[in-house]
Nanobody, 117 residues
Framework: QVQLVESGGGLVQAGGSLRLSCAASGRTFSFYAMGWFRQAPGKGRTLVAQISWSDGTTQYADSVKGRFTISRDNAANTVYLQMNNLKLSDTAVYYC??????????WGQGTQVTVSS
């Protein structure tokens, strides 16, 4: 099991940027695929971006392509989500998650991102 703690959320105006961080502890971080999910009020949790453990391959939801970038620093046991050109529709609680064998089994507590007009 790996423990995850997100940080970096907050209030930002539309068009602005935020950088989320997720610090991991526990098992060897570099063996885990990492993902960022979000959950808006009244909606289900959806995948925003993910990065593989092996070669750093990344995937993004269509709604964030070209605006968000996921990256990881295995030496620092940290995964990041750089969010640019934020939109009102990006408002949500953002969760970091780790997958050792395909399924995201370990989750952080979430960090709120609010985009205002």
């Amino acid at each position: 099991q790996v423990q995850l703690v997100e940080s970096g959320g907050g209030l930002v105006q539309a068009g602005g940027s935020l950088r989320l961080s997720c610090a991991a502890s526990g098992r060897t971080f570099s063996f885990y695929a990492m993902g960022w999910f979000r959950q808006a009020p009244g909606k289900g949790r959806t995948l925003v971006a993910q990065i593989s453990w092996s070669d750093g391959t990344t995937q993004y939801a269509d709604s964030v392509k070209g605006r968000f970038t996921i990256s990881r620093d295995n030496a620092a046991n940290t995964v990041y989500l750089q969010m640019n050109n934020l939109k009102l529709s990006d408002t949500a609680v953002y969760y970091c998650a780790a997958a050792l064998r395909g399924d995201y089994d370990d989750w952080g507590q979430g960090t709120q991102v609010t985009v205002s007009s």
